[in-house]
């Protein structure tokens, strides 16, 4: 059974940081991609960041370019977001998300690329 478990979520002020958490089991997570996606209340969930499986290849929504680093660790099948300088626009659901990929360079950014889903951790950040 396929579990994506994300954490790390939580309320910060403005230009604050955190660091959120997926870890992943039930899957050659070494052979995955990964992503994170958003979604705020009333919108469609977005894009935000992906990384290929061998970690050497990362992708951020403009929005974020700049402020949030993707990483993974394939040791401990886990992949990180951090993000800095956060902004109230910032605040939603996050989910995290893997792909297979035969090619250890891609990255995925279209959401119905993905096969697996996390069940998502908040993050407010407060004005």
């Known amino acids: 059974q396929v579990q994506l478990v994300e954490s790390g979520g939580g309320l910060v002020q403005a230009g604050g940081s955190l660091r959120l958490s997926c870890v992943v089991s039930?899957?050659?997570?070494?052979?995955?991609?990964m992503g994170w996606f958003r979604q705020a209340p009333g919108k469609e969930r977005e894009f935000v960041s992906a990384i290929s499986w061998s970690g050497g290849s990362t992708y951020f929504v403009d929005s974020v370019k700049g402020r949030f680093t993707i990483s993974r660790d394939n040791r401990k099948n886990t992949v990180y977001l951090q993000m800095n300088s956060l902004k109230p626009e910032d605040t939603a659901v996050y989910y995290c998300a893997a792909v297979y990929s035969s090619v250890g360079s891609y990255y995925y950014t279209k959401r119905a690329e993905y096969e697996y889903w996390g069940q998502g951790t908040q993050v407010t950040v407060s004005s």
């Open positions: 039930g899957l050659t997570f070494s052979r995955h991609a």
